[in-house]
């Protein structure tokens, strides 16, 4: 095929071999397939900011750091300067927690580098080698929707131990390989302890694939894994390889009557002398 605009530099520079074919076209970006290294990987060229339409950037970017005293300035007035920055600061988030979730064995693609605006990663295969198909394209079994989503579940886990949230995990992001889910498209991927919104998104991904293995094993759509999970994130206790149950009770504590009374009779007394108070001073000034 004819060799995309913006892959050209990669190829002179011999970073990829070979344009094989495009896999798809979104609103974000435009992925190929490649030749590098001797074998078949994936490129994904982001589109230009005015070409795309991040969803609620604001809310996703909090809890991003910049040690760039200037560019961060520049970013918060919205200069041409600082919308630039900011545009690159988005694309290298998304790059920096592919490298870091793979790295903490979270099942993503593999990175191999990111040049110009370009990303080479893995390319995911299913066991014939075809390039594999996301959870939106198959009928699953109901056995095949319990264990998939038990694996999701662990890779959600496994990411907020590394300390980032999807934020926007669906049918629509995860590819089925022959091993099970792989997690792909990370632009949104935020903070978990820097962002405000995290136990929101967290819940809502994991809402949002419950609900999708539920049309399979309808059993599932009764699971509240987003907040176990959050709860245990925020007692110190989660771990990669934690149990989940799939509950989630509200704590609560019981109410002591006994003590409960010995505060308002407390304050009742309090306000008696109070009026006592109040009556006697008004008869000295009789």
């Given at each position: ?42 490129a994904k060229v982001f589109k230009e900011a005015k070409q795309r339409s991040f969803k609620q950037a604001v809310q996703y970017q909090e809890g991003r ?222």
């Open positions: 095929m004819k060799v995309p605009k913006r892959l050209q530099p990669l190829l002179d520079d011999g970073l990829i071999e070979s344009v094989e074919s495009q896999l798809m076209s979104g609103k974000e970006a435009q992925v190929y397939v490649v030749r590098a290294g001797g074998e078949l990987r994936c750091k910049d040690r760039n005293s200037r560019r961060s300035r520049a970013m918060a007035k919205k200069t041409r300067y600082g919308q630039k920055e900011q545009e690159q600061a988005w694309l290298n988030a998304e790059v920096d927690a592919l490298y870091r979730l793979a790295e903490a064995g979270v099942r993503v693609p593999r990175p191999y580098g990111f040049v110009d605006g370009v990303l080479l990663m893995e390319r995911i295969a299913d066991a014939e080698g075809v390039v594999a198909p996301r959870l939106d394209d198959v009928v699953l079994e109901p056995d095949q929707a319990r264990d998939y989503h038990a694996q999701v579940m662990r890779e959600v886990v496994r990411m907020l131990c590394a300390g980032l949230v999807h934020g926007d995990l669906s049918e629509f992001n995860v590819l089925l390989d022959a091993h099970g889910p792989v997690i792909i498209d990370l632009p949104q991927a935020v903070d978990a302890a820097g962002n405000n919104s995290a136990a929101m998104l967290l819940r809502r991904d994991v809402d949002t694939m419950r609900a999708y293995f539920g049309r399979f094993a309808p059993e599932l759509l009764a699971s509240d894994y987003g907040r176990e999970i959050w709860a245990l994130y925020e007692a110190g206790e989660l771990h990669p390889d934690s149990p989940l149950s799939g509950t989630f009770e509200e704590a609560s504590q019981g109410v002591d009557v006994d003590e409960l009374l010995a505060v308002i009779e407390d304050a009742r007394e309090e306000e008696a002398e109070r009026l006592a108070a109040l009556v006697e001073r008004d008869a000295g000034d009789a």
